[in-house]
């Protein structure tokens, strides 16, 4: 089913997309925005991300580390890592650089 809103379409294009919703304590994952409890795909709570760290100069500029660093802008959007404290990473590219 292709259904579309003005936002864009209700379910995700293809095995590589999703939807991000942004609430207070995390970033939930779905793969349609029909029914953001069931198609829920996975949640990253803000509390386990790796604690941010710096800021360190180099040339002039700040940089940070620690749970959410910057990769660059790339043919698939811009794009972000998002590391938690387990081990897992996330890599994530916006469509259009838009973040």
């Known amino acids: 089913m292709n259904a579309a809103d003005d936002i864009g379409p209700v ?5 590589k997309s999703f ?7 995390s970033l939930n994952i779905l793969k349609s925005r029909r ?8 949640v990253i709570f ?3 991300l790796k604690k941010l760290e710096g800021p360190t ?3 002039g500029i ?7 660093q910057r990769i660059g802008e790339f043919t698939e ?23």
């Open 11 to 15: 379910n995700v294009p293809d095995q």
């Open 19 to 25: 939807f991000m919703v942004v609430t207070r304590h």
């Open 35 to 42: 029914n953001d409890l069931s198609q829920t795909q996975d």
């Open 46 to 48: 803000y509390s386990d």
């Open 57 to 59: 100069m180099k040339d």
């Open 62 to 68: 700040e940089f940070y580390s620690g749970g959410v």
């Open 77 to 99: 959007g811009w794009c972000f890592k998002l590391s938690l404290n387990l081990g897992s990473q996330y890599i994530i590219c916006t469509k259009n650089g838009a973040a």
